[in-house]
């Protein structure tokens, strides 16, 4: 029985095609393992719990809420005179195109 059906998908058609660079890899699963995900889900969900500066892989939470938090921190150390240091990661092979004047508004 297989559960799942990994593919190949290009990033940018007009990019060369034989760059593994150029790709990114979507699982599709069979509608009755969603299913069951789901259920698995609303069964434990109350036993799943995140710190609440955990942006990713939530409910009615959005990149935005990550970026306010952000902006709020770093405006509250350097309003009391504190350095503010940061650290980033490069996105650009998990995302096909990441729109950064909108990512740091």
């Not at 990033?11 to 299913?35: C, E, F, Q």
């Amino acid at each position: 029985m297989q559960v799942s059906q990994t593919v190949p998908l290009i990033k940018d058609k007009t990019g060369n095609v034989n760059d593994v660079n150029n790709y990114r890899i979507i699982t599709l699963s069979a509608v009755i393992s969603k299913l069951f995900e789901m259920v698995v889900l609303f069964m434990c969900d109350k036993y799943l719990v995140s710190d609440p500066l955990q942006f990713g892989f939530k409910r009615n939470i959005e990149c935005s809420d990550a970026i306010f938090t952000l902006r709020c921190t770093i405006e509250h150390f350097t309003w009391h005179g504190g350095s503010v240091y940061a650290a980033s990661l490069d996105i650009k092979k998990a995302f096909a195109t990441v729109h950064h004047y909108k990512l740091y508004m």
